[in-house]
């Protein structure tokens, strides 16, 4: 608490030195204490591998590789492991934790050290891609190979590094004339979530309650003492991933404190101009990255401010965050130009959206911040603070105005963005969500781009999302149903027992990082069946397909 009292006090220091006060900087040291308050308890549990398995090449396997059974952990435990040298465990699902093991049955005293490398797998391809020469964008050490070197023998040896995987790879990689086995195996799997989450209809299609549960687990394992973005990377809150988890949350484990901590670590953490950073970290003492600011993250704190305060009538943190939001909001007006977000103006923050660098992100943008304008003015309404921000609603009918102008083609009746006029699918859907095109509009623009192959289509469970919402929002339950359940069922039918940061149907090894086990594969903003599903109980349980 002392060292983040500094941290504010540094700031306010650094920015008074250039005369004037930081935003917030009354208020930091308490948000910083209410989110120190509000540190969740993880729940511990000891789990225990199923089996030995082996990697099979298959090419209708998801990126070409599968595991097979190839014996009980008996066959490991009671034999020589310096005349086996490797070993692939499978813990049966995913899981988030600490991993030991013991080395014992000894046949002579230990006589030197034994060496390890231990490599550990979200899915099997990740064990059967060499990672060196690392061809990655992001750091090498988030893939999870540790060397591990045994002093002395028998030993019971913890790695402290938290990983998250299914599998483990274990190799010999030193030894000496001692023989020896592996056993032992255990994995301490953390979670904060806790309660249960309401059991579906009994009714519900089996296919929809295979995805729920895959949905859940996956909420549940980027459930740490922040809402975590992947538990294998980059372990820390993002507003983006914070907005769809806590969405889940509110329909399945309603562990609103969580929420609530993320909420203000993020307002304790903006920058001297009170101005959100995208992400923040809590080690080793919470602090923002410095200079990473989303125009569209920013807006969309408001937003799960208001979903927060709906969800849980707790008035008294909307009321302290608010000042937070409208910060935000009167920040990204200044972007207006004729009432059209102004992509030239700088400082140009990254406007994330998905991972598809060939959208073009200003019809999106524009929608986007409509919504975001309008769902905070609802919530100024609920805290009766209308009079403070009078002005918005006639800037988000004047939006509305411009951007039925200048991004639809209303003979066509579909929305284009950029020079070329691209036709998107997030194009269409936050013009429906922001309300600029109608119901019937937007089913009109949606069906339009549904049957366009030139269409930019979704190259994320992030961007997913908010096509389902948007179908959803037009009454086209049966087209939502229809791709919920083919996207994550999708996902499922691969194997997936968490559901992945990045998934192209048609791209099996599509990687942002250009480096496919890279990617996470347990992805917090890909949980949100979990919220469609719960919340729209009468479109989601029907009978459907069956995987
Ligand atoms: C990556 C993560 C995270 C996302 C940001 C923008 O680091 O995938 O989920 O919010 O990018």
Redesign the pocket.
């Known amino acids: 608490m002392i060292r983040q009292s500094l941290w504010a006090m540094a700031l306010l220091v650094a920015t008074t030195a250039g005369a004037q006060r930081a935003w917030f900087a009354s208020e930091r040291d308490t948000w910083l204490r209410e989110a120190a308050e509000n540190i969740p308890p993880l729940t511990e549990r000891i789990e225990t591998p199923v089996g030995l398995v082996e990697s099979v090449r298959d090419t209708g396997a998801f990126q070409g590789w599968r595991m097979i059974p190839a014996g009980d952990m008996d066959s490991l435990y009671g034999h020589s492991f310096k005349e086996r040298k490797e070993v692939i465990v499978d813990f049966g699902r995913h899981m988030t934790g600490y991993f030991s093991f013991d080395i014992g049955r000894l046949s002579a005293d230990a006589d030197a050290p034994l060496r390890f490398r231990l490599t550990f797998a979200e899915v099997p391809a990740e064990l059967n891609t060499p990672f060196d020469p690392y061809p990655g964008g992001l750091s090498r050490a988030w893939l999870q190979d540790e060397v591990v070197t045994v002093m002395d023998a028998p030993a019971t040896v913890e790695l402290s590094r938290r990983v998250a995987f299914r599998y483990v790879k274990i190799e010999l990689l030193a030894w000496s004339s001692f023989d020896f086995a592996v056993t032992g195996m255990r994995f301490r799997s953390v979670t904060s979530a806790s309660g249960e989450p309401k059991p579906l209809a009994s009714t519900a299609d089996p296919t929809i309650v295979r995805i729920n549960r895959i949905g859940l687990a996956t909420l549940a394992e980027c459930m740490q003492t922040v809402y975590e ?2 538990p294998k990377r ?1 372990r820390r809150l ?1 507003i ?2 914070l907005y769809l988890e806590s969405l889940a949350n509110t329909y399945s484990f309603r562990n609103h404190g969580l929420t609530r901590r993320c909420l203000y670590l993020l307002a304790a953490l903006a920058d001297e101009e009170g101005l959100l950073h ?2 923040v970290f809590e080690y080793p003492e919470p602090h923002p990255q410095t200079g990473q600011h ?1 125009m569209d ?1 920013s807006l969309l704190y408001g937003v799960t401010l208001y979903e927060y305060l709906n969800a849980t009538g707790d008035r008294a943190t909307a009321e302290a965050l608010w000042p937070v939001v409208v910060r935000q909001v009167e920040h990204a007006m200044t972007y207006l130009r004729d009432d059209v977000y102004d992509m030239e103006k700088q400082p140009a923050w990254w406007l ?1 959206f998905d991972w598809k660098d060939d959208l073009n992100r200003h019809a999106p943008m524009q929608g986007l911040m409509t919504f975001a304008i309008e769902q905070s003015y609802e919530l100024a309404k609920l805290l009766g603070r209308e009079s403070e921000v009078a002005g918005w609603p006639r800037v988000v009918s004047r939006m509305k105005a411009a951007s039925r102008r200048v991004f639809y083609d209303r003979r066509e009746g579909v929305v284009v963005s950029g020079p070329d006029r691209q036709r998107s699918y997030l194009g269409q859907v936050w013009m429906i969500l922001s309300g600029t095109l109608s119901p019937r509009e937007g089913e009109r623009a949606l069906r339009t781009v549904l049957a366009d192959p030139d269409a930019c289509y979704p190259g994320s469970p ?1 961007a997913y999302h908010y096509l389902i919402e948007a179908m959803i929002r037009c009454g086209m339950n049966d087209e939502a149903r229809r791709r919920l359940t083919e996207y994550w069922g999708g996902m499922a039918a691969l194997g997936a027992d968490t559901f992945w ?1 990045v998934y192209d149907p048609t791209d099996h090894f599509k990687s942002p990082y250009n480096f496919f086990p890279v990617n ?1 594969y347990c ?3 890909s949980c949100t069946p979990v919220y469609f599903i719960n919340k729209y109980a009468d479109i989601f349980p029907v009978s459907y397909t069956h995987l």
Request: aromatic residues 24%.
């Open positions: 973005d992947g980059d993002w983006g991933d995208a992400t989303c993250y994330v992030y940061e996470s992805h917090a903003w």
